[in-house]
């Protein structure tokens, strides 16, 4: 098996990767990484020494390649599934590649900045902080809900913009309520129905306890 990929199943930025390699049908291995077992992460530190998931390993081409956008950019041009994920044509994948852009920075980003929150030891709590980020969210979501062009973000084709749509959209409903941007809302429900995310989300649902937002 050429891919192996160092993930954990409560990962937003993993589950953006999962999705690909599911639409890809390609054969990987997935190896679970626990970043707060300190052994887990030391060990991980051996194929990526910046220890972020998620990170793909092609044995075959003797390639590691982190960060979910480069992941999903490889395997559209090296899995020939996953083709239609990013066109080849810069022209084409523009675009895409904008949208990818939009829902990470502007959305996928401020959230992880709200968990954060949760996460803080009291005497260490920024809620100004957390209601800048929720305003950010807001604001993301303003700007991608105009930049959905069909059932998918680009029309008719599925592609990395949703694979990275999804888990942005998914995660960041728990801190700002997507039924103020009822498209979004029925977008994420349309994608919810896709085959490979509705495996991600069953792969993930044990893990879901340990969600800090999850309660509220």
Known sequence: MAFTLFYHPLSSYCWKVLIALYESKAEFELRQVNLFEPADKAEFRKVWPLAKLPVLVDTQRGETIPE??????????????????????????????????????????????????????????????????????????????????????????????????????YYADYAVSLAGWPGLAAYLERLKTRPSIARVLSEAEPWFQYFPLKDG
């Open 68 to 169: 979910s956008t480069l992941i999903i950019e490889y395997l559209a041009r090296h899995v020939p599934g996953a083709a239609a994920l990013l066109p080849a044509d810069p022209e084409a994948a523009r675009p895409i590649l904008l949208r990818d852009r939009v829902i990470d920075n502007y959305i996928h980003l401020p959230f992880f900045q709200v968990v954060g929150e949760r996460l803080r030891p009291p005497g260490n709590k920024d809620p100004f902080g957390v209601e800048r980020n929720k305003e950010a969210i807001s604001g993301g979501y303003d700007q991608f809900a105009g930049m959905i062009a069909g059932p998918w973000t680009m029309g008719e084709a599925f592609t990395l913009a949703d694979c990275s749509a999804f888990p942005a959209l």
